[in-house]
């Protein structure tokens, strides 16, 4: 059993691209994680950056108790926002090329003021519905994969490792009800 786990077939067959993309940005993400927690002593859920976000324009308890940190929080969410925006003018766009890099396949891409840009053909009420959906598994799980899946499961947490068991178990099985029914975007 356990080798065939470490079989390179079983890589070949579920990473047929290869796997040095995620791990390039598996250890990007862990790094910035890292950064954060060293820096602030906080671990970084991108749910709890929005939530910090929301301090500003909601008088609600619950979002006033960050506060004191929510000013480096924006500045995170927005490093991420800016991060999507360069990564799609550079190499999206093919301004930068690497073999890391494969265009979707679920879109078009569209030629603007020079640029090449990726967009999807996800029906945008899908996108919207699964933002909401997204939105209350949150709510729900007390925290998002980031926070759950990279810091939580990091520093050992119960909770978190049976909430990123969860998360896996619905998406694997989501994943396979929607391709059972012949779904696409």
């Known amino acids: 059993m356990v080798t065939e786990l470490l079989a390179p077939a079983l890589y070949e ?22 950064v954060i927690y060293l820096g602030t002593g906080i671990p970084a859920g991108a749910s709890t950056f929005l939530e910090s976000s929301l301090s500003y324009v909601s008088d609600q308890s619950r979002f006033q108790r960050y506060v004191g940190s929510r000013d480096w929080r924006v500045v995170f969410t927005l490093g991420i ?16 090329s690497s073999g890391l890099y494969e265009s979707g396949t679920t879109g078009q891409l569209y030629d603007v003021g020079g640029f090449s840009l990726w967009l999807t053909d996800v029906q945008p009420w899908r996108l919207f519905l699964g933002g909401i959906l997204v ?17 939580g499961v990091g520093s050992g947490s119960k909770t978190s490792i049976v909430g990123v068991i969860t998360f896996l178990i619905v998406a694997i099985g989501t994943a396979q009800i929607v391709m059972a029914l012949g779904v696409s975007p």
């Open 13 to 34: 067959t579920l990473f047929p691209a290869g796997i040095s993309r995620y791990a390039v940005g598996g250890l990007l993400v862990g790094l910035g994680a890292v």
């Open 81 to 96: 926002v800016a991060g999507a925006f360069v990564y799609a003018l550079t190499f999206q766009s093919g301004l930068v």
């Open 135 to 151: 939105g209350i598994g949150t709510r729900i799980g007390k925290g998002c994969t980031s926070g759950h899946g990279v810091c």
